[in-house]
């Protein structure tokens, strides 16, 4: 009786351990797929959340160089018409009462001559009307003897203020004095206006700082006129540079920050947002990844269970192989199980599935992470990548750094569509150009980069050349001609080498390109 029950026992035992093995499988593959969805979507999230900021930063940028330019050209104007009648108080009096009123750029207006005495004000009630400058920052208006925007100034009346100014001149040349505008930082203005209309909610804001690092707009009143603290974005504003990063705050908070210069005022707009809430939707991302891996991981796992109860050897293979599975590894050792019967070889061409599209989704996620939507070439983050592979390999390369000529004036005059479809052209031309092994990538707006593994400098730059006239010879898809400028820098797996160095090499080389006149190659 009892040895009659004794492969009963033996069968359960291995059952169980048949589930146990198929069970522990089934959760690995299925935390490994959450968590690579959570790793992709958070990346994807930063990364939409920089461009965001970036765009943002460089529209507000775009916006403040542009209400600069305008003032300057308000104020040139009135200093033409104060230079006829210098003389007469009545005429200055109510050219800067028309300056002052018609619109909103300035908070008051002043006419002063060569000797510092203030000779028209608007609003005429300031009592600065008739007084002889003393303070030196005001001097400098008249000093200057051209347009001229001042560093943050805090006069007696305590309005922190800049001036806009621009100098009047005499028909034969002579210097009479200066116009100049005001512009209030702590109180309301054209700045607030400008930049204080901010749709986010969550924490987001964004503030202002000149070349001195001396904050200028910020949401915080009590912090403008200070400086700013000490972060890689302000001081890279310090250079007139644009960009995006992760970076933490004065109050220690991360933020994804987005930043870009007004060149006009040398000025530097920074745009940033908590990278909590920029995070907060993968909460609900990673509930939908749940909700479609779960059920299918469940009826995998019952469906294991149904089989385990009457077969012991192939399933105890095919747990084994599921058992040892890891995300991105091969399928040979489950398509090693002998399936010998009807039921085993349905659950392992299920498990096979199942790996299929769990490693079809993966190189779905990557690509897209690493793909230009606009052009289909490779992003900056692919070409960052492939970069570092090669380095690692100590394998010598070159890299072709290339874009667009006057591509601003093909943006500009024929609109961003005519844009993309140029961006999308040269793509094309680029992609006809590459070989195996080649890496094609936009990393810019309209900047491209190639990387040629096992290229010398010369045949690199032939073949830069030969894409060059390529696209100078090719039809354009408007009416506007399209040529391209590149920089080639070569990479040869030294002791000392630096692929950064290198990659700055061809970024220099490009400019040089620019500088000597477009629509050629350079290499040294």
């Known amino acids: 009786m009892n040895q009659a029950r004794r492969p009963w026992h033996s069968v359960l035992k291995l059952r169980h351990l048949i589930i146990a093995l198929t069970t522990s499988s089934a959760i690995i593959t299925m935390v490994a797929t959450v968590l690579a969805s959570y790793k992709v979507q958070r990346q994807q999230l930063i990364a939409q959340s920089l461009d965001d900021n970036l765009a943002y930063a460089a529209k507000l940028a775009n916006t403040v160089d542009g209400f600069f330019k305008g003032a300057l050209q308000q104020l040139a104007y009135s200093a033409q018409i104060a230079a006829s009648d210098f003389g007469q108080a009545e005429v200055l009096r109510s050219e800067v009462r028309r300056l002052h009123l018609q619109t909103d750029s300035f908070n008051s207006v002043l006419i002063v001559d060569n000797d510092g005495l203030i000779r028209a004000t608007s609003p005429a009630s300031s009592p600065m009307q008739g007084v002889a400058l003393r303070d030196q920052n005001l001097l400098r208006v008249i000093e200057a003897g051209r347009p001229y925007i001042s560093p943050p100034y805090l006069p007696a009346s305590g309005n922190l203020l800049v001036f806009v100014s621009h100098p009047v001149v005499a028909a034969d040349g002579r210097q ?23 749709y986010h909610r969550d924490g987001s804001y964004l503030y202002v700082v000149d070349a001195q690092r001396r904050l200028l707009y910020h949401p915080d009143p009590d912090r403008v006129g200070t400086l700013a603290s000490a972060n890689t974005a302000v001081d890279r504003l310090a250079h007139a540079a644009s960009g995006s990063e992760v970076l933490i705050n004065s109050r220690g908070l991360e933020m994804v920050a987005g930043f870009a210069s007004a060149p006009t005022p040398g000025w530097g707009i920074v745009a940033q947002r908590p990278l909590a ?3 907060k939707p993968l909460g609900s991302l990673m509930a939908q990844v749940l ?10 796992l019952v469906l294991v269970w149904m089989f385990a109860l009457r077969i012991a050897q192939p399933l105890n293979a095919l747990a084994a192989s599921a058992a040892g599975y890891r995300p991105g590894g091969t399928d040979r050792a489950l398509r090693a199980v002998s399936s010998w019967y009807f039921e085993a070889a349905q659950l392992k061409r299920a498990m096979l599935l199942g790996l299929g599209v769990f490693n079809g989704n993966l190189e779905r996620l990557e690509k897209d992470a690493a793909t230009d939507p606009l052009t289909g070439l490779g992003n900056r983050r692919r070409f960052d990548l492939s970069l570092t592979l090669l380095a690692e390999q100590r394998a010598p390369f070159s ?14 005059t024929h609109g961003h569509d005519v844009g993309d479809a140029y961006l999308r052209h040269l793509a094309g031309l680029i ?9 094609a990538c936009r990393i810019g707006g309209e900047e491209f980069a190639l990387l040629l ?15 060059r006239r390529r696209v100078a010879e090719a039809q354009p898809p408007h009416e506007q001609p399209m040529t391209v400028s590149a920089g080639v820098a070569e990479w040869q797996a030294g ?8 990659l ?15 629509n050629q190659v350079q290499a040294a």
């Open 504 to 518: 700055k090499t061809a970024d220099q080389r490009l400019y040089c390109a620019k500088t000597l006149g477009r």
């Open 291 to 300: 909700g479609l891996t779960l059920p299918l991981s469940l009826a995998a």
């Open 277 to 279: 809430a920029t995070l």
């Open 495 to 502: 002791p000392d080498e630096d692929v950064q160095a290198t």
């Open 431 to 439: 992609g006809d150009s590459v070989g195996m092994g080649d890496v």
């Open 176 to 198: 009479l004095g200066a116009i100049a505008g005001t512009i209030y930082l702590k109180q309301k203005s054209v700045l607030h206006q400008l930049l204080g209309t901010h």
């Open 399 to 412: 890299v072709v750094v290339l874009d667009i000529d006057h591509f601003k004036r093909i943006n500009d």
């Open 453 to 467: 593994p096992d290229t010398d400098l010369a045949e690199a730059t032939a073949r830069a050349e030969a894409l």
